[in-house]
């Protein structure tokens, strides 16, 4: 009889985001588009993300939000503020709200990312995942034990092209065994907003409202 392997724990998925509020998110999509414009390619992005998390497996899924809930939130989130601080600050406190491991968190900059893809993340043999993005940043970050997010995270610079790098290191240097993700694109510039559509799965809410906006633009 062949021996079954007890299937590896589900992760609680965490989404830290900000409320899609003009001015204060997709500052960098500004110009070419309006504060409001880059606010609704926010909210589309944030949504698509978290109907994505909602089609993965997971033992919970937590919203680490920074703002008030809004239309776009499905049901299926626990919703909990983030803390104050610095973004390093923030994450690690994000890691706070799972009760035991593992735990994967992901940001709102990419919509192209599929439940396939979060399904095939979290698994047996390793202690931690990580998703590097173009721009020298990551897009995840997922712990065994999340319980090492402070040491881990504080102290990291954030928003630089040497952030993914310094992260990793961190990871490394800690003992852990990590399994390295698929590089994706953020969309931080209205270049990277095209670039991330095309690679969006067809329907999606980003594409649509980006190809929306490019249409009312001719």
């Known amino acids: 009889m062949t021996a079954r392997h007890p299937a590896p724990p589900r992760a609680t998925l965490l989404v830290i985001a900000k409320e899609p509020v003009p001015g204060r998110v997709k500052t960098r999509l500004t110009p070419p588009y309006t504060p409001r414009e880059a606010a609704t390619l926010a909210e589309a992005a944030l949504a698509d993300t978290l109907h994505t998390v909602l089609e993965a497996p997971a033992r919970r899924r ?28 923030r994450i690690a406190a994000a890691f706070g709200h799972c009760d035991r491991g593992p735990a994967l968190l992901i940001g709102m ?5 599929t439940a396939r893809l979060l399904a095939e993340t979290a698994g047996a043999g390793h202690d931690a995942w990580f998703g590097p993005a173009e721009d020298g940043g990551f897009w995840a970050l997922g712990l065994a034990d999340p319980g090492l997010a402070a040491a ?21 240097e800690a003992g852990l065994t990590v399994r390295d993700l698929p590089v994706l694109r953020d ?21 649509t409202a980006l190809h929306s906006l490019s249409g009312e633009r001719r």
């Open 62 to 89: 937590v919203l680490v939000l920074d703002g008030a809930p809004g239309r776009w939130l499905p049901p299926g989130f626990d919703v909990v503020p983030q803390e104050d601080g610095g973004l390093d600050e």
């Open 109 to 113: 900059d990419t919509p192209q990312l």
């Open 152 to 172: 881990l995270v504080r102290g990291v610079p954030m928003s630089t092209e040497r952030t993914g790098a310094a992260l990793r290191r961190r990871l490394v």
């Open 187 to 207: 969309v931080d510039t209205a270049a990277d907003a095209a670039a991330v559509a095309a690679c969006c799965a067809p329907g999606s809410r980003f594409a």
